[in-house]
């Protein structure tokens, strides 16, 4: 039976009532393989970000929601034992989070590697520093570097692979709770994962805004103008119309805020390729219940699994893409997963003869 919601974690309406008094000023970024790991600092920039935002202030490496790990007499969990739960249904409200590390096996570019075509191409716009593209003064200045990367990332240029798949699948069994993403890549989407069952903590293609009189376009509609390597403009006022990726200096969508209720109803956590650095992502690590199993897949131990681990977390380290495979082998799920990659290859074959 899962533990009551009550105990360990401190209640929405608490967390509410911070959001009045202070603002965040932690290091943020927008995760398409590790774009724009530039931290904000205290002034002036902190102050676009503090600006009526009644956001938390996340301050540290440990973040706001650390606590202690269990008694040192606890039997550590396994990745078996986790597997066992979820295929015995005794979680029912997986929560995931995830970083640019499930999306590298799809090939998305890291576009600050010296060398990479996408990096050289961008050096002709003199950018001050890569990180420039996703500030939001550089982009009502000059939009055309940021256009120039979206066409690259632009959502139909790459597929969701396994680590994608695994987490429609989740949803398909009903045991997602929600996927909470640092990407802008908009794989989950492509993998079938419902809109209304994603987070996308840093923004998202699907949706655009002019910049001027912030009317409201689907992102295919500006597709367009971003392959021909033109800036989209309003037909209503000629404004620029930005996706609405969250850029540097700019508020946290709105429904980042789910993770008030979501994060404490959880009885499982999966966190799988992110370095767990960037705030307030970071901080939800430790936003589920004291008593809630958590499971991390990455390349690295990351966060409150390298500096306090609890006796319920499970760590399964290396390849990504090779550790969702062993959950799923464990699962047995492993005919239901190829079953839904094989239907989602056929359905961009088809849409790419279209």
């Given amino acids: 039976m899962a533990p009551s919601v009550g105990s360990s974690v401190m209640s929405p309406v608490r967390l509410s009532c911070m959001y009045r008094r202070v603002c965040w000023t932690a290091s943020r970024t927008l995760s398409v393989n590790g774009l724009g790991q530039r931290s904000v600092s205290p002034a002036p920039g902190a102050a676009a970000l503090c600006r009526q935002t009644h956001s938390p202030r996340w301050i540290g490496t440990r973040g706001l929601f650390s606590r202690g790990g269990g008694g040192a007499d606890e039997e550590q969990l396994t990745l078996e034992d986790v597997a066992k739960n979820i295929r015995e249904r005794q979680f029912k409200r997986v929560v995931v989070?995830?970083?640019?590390g499930i999306s590298t096996p799809s090939g998305i570019p890291d576009f600050r590697s010296p060398g990479s075509g996408l990096y050289d191409n961008l050096q002709q716009y003199d950018l001050p520093y890569a990180e420039a593209i996703f500030e939001i003064d550089f982009f009502h200045h000059n939009p055309n570097?940021?256009?120039a990367l979206a066409k690259e990332l632009y959502p139909g240029n790459y597929?969701?692979?396994l680590t994608h798949y695994f987490v429609r699948l989740l949803h398909e069994k009903k045991q997602l709770l929600r996927m909470y993403t640092q990407n802008i890549d908009g794989l989950e989407r492509l993998a079938g994962i419902p809109p209304e069952m994603l987070v996308e903590a840093h923004g998202t293609f699907a949706t655009a805004t002019c910049t001027v009189c912030r009317r409201k376009y689907k992102g295919e509609e500006l597709r367009p103008d971003v392959m021909s390597g033109m800036v989209p403009k309003c037909p209503t006022c000629t404004g620029v119309v930005k996706p609405d990726i969250v850029f540097f200096g700019e508020e946290l969508p709105r429904h980042f805020f789910k993770y008030l209720t979501d994060f404490p109803l959880a009885d499982l956590l999966i966190v799988m390729g992110t370095s767990l650095e960037?705030?307030?992502?970071a901080s939800l690590a430790g936003a589920v219940r004291s008593s809630v199993p958590r499971l991390l897949v990455?390349?690295?131990?990351?966060?409150p699994f390298a500096w306090r681990r609890r006796p319920q977390d499970v760590v399964q380290l290396g390849d990504v893409v090779g550790g969702v495979q062993a959950l799923v082998d464990?699962?047995?799920w492993t005919q239901e997963l190829d079953a839904l990659m094989a239907a989602g290859a056929e359905k961009a074959a088809t849409k790419t003869e279209e």
């Fill in 97 to 100: 989070m995830a970083g640019a």
């Fill in 145 to 147: 570097p940021f256009f």
């Fill in 159 to 161: 597929q969701p692979n």
């Fill in 278 to 281: 960037v705030e307030p992502f």
């Fill in 298 to 303: 990455n390349r690295d131990l990351v966060g």
């Fill in 330 to 332: 464990a699962l047995g």
